[in-house]
């Protein structure tokens, strides 16, 4: 359902009456979900200026969104609703950013109270499976990004995007269709980047800081990465990264976000698969740049979901290497018996 004039003006009457707005996004936050909540909340302060505004989010917000204006005011969770001085007030609104589900907010078991109806909340998202658990829902599965979703909002209220809501904005933009070259980059994708440059959003800074910078500690992640990279015979390139390769070259987690662009890039394969080492548990991205192939009906048997041409999963446990090796003998009519 695209969103339309009647969503729009509800979120608004809703935020009018708060006295505080959390804006809230999802776990291990990337380009889309900051700069959707970023962009919204400061249009908010614009146009609603007698609320506060506070932003929020389980994870810290990588350095490279620290360009972005108001990243530095991230703090992590809110309080929890109920009695006491620092208390979330009865009349508090949450809104959620690019959070498909509320488990990915990391506040399903701490903030319960969020998602079951005694807190106002609005979800703001564009997840095809998001199950619409705010009192109003924004969300747009047919739009690249929450920033879009953001951009139609205040394209219905008549709000005017301001240089530095613009550039919070474009970074989702960016980032969720891999710099405009992902398949969800549609003809409206392109107008929404022209009325944000018009609005003058900084695009320079967001490429350089996305798109053109990395850690030395990112390079070598990457390499091994690369190093690693094998073909098996259902036609995935796959590689792995264990603990021991972040350790080694010192790179976090969050350095491995793009990585799978390249491994999704030898020629005929169905997919791509790069499984990563974390704390226990063994996360699985895969891509495929194929029509006729959905890697979330894959990821899915893994207990895992995400969009037809990427998705991922977590399992438990950790990776062992497995070896294969085979003999033949390139003058023997047919081959050696084969060993493992
Ligand atoms: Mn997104």
Redesign the pocket.
Known sequence: MPIVHADAAAALDLLSHARTVRCVCHRNP?G??IGAMLGCGLLLETYLPSVKVTFHCVDAIPDQFHFLPAALRVTKVPPPPGAGNNAMEKDDIIIFF?SGEPKLTELDRSHPQLFDGSVRTINID??PGNPHYGTINLVAPDLC??CEVVVRMAELLQWTISADVATCLLT?VYT?TGGLLHSNTTARVYRTVAELLRAGARRQSIVTAIFRTAELSTLRLWGRVMEKVTVTEEGGAISAVTEGDFRATGAEYSALTGAIDYVNAVPGMRFSLILSEREGKVKGSLRTLRDDVDVSAMAGKFSGGGHRKAAGFALPGKLKPEMRWKVVDDDAPSQLPTSH
């Open positions: 990337d889309d979900a690019d564009h997840h990004s929450s989702g969720d």
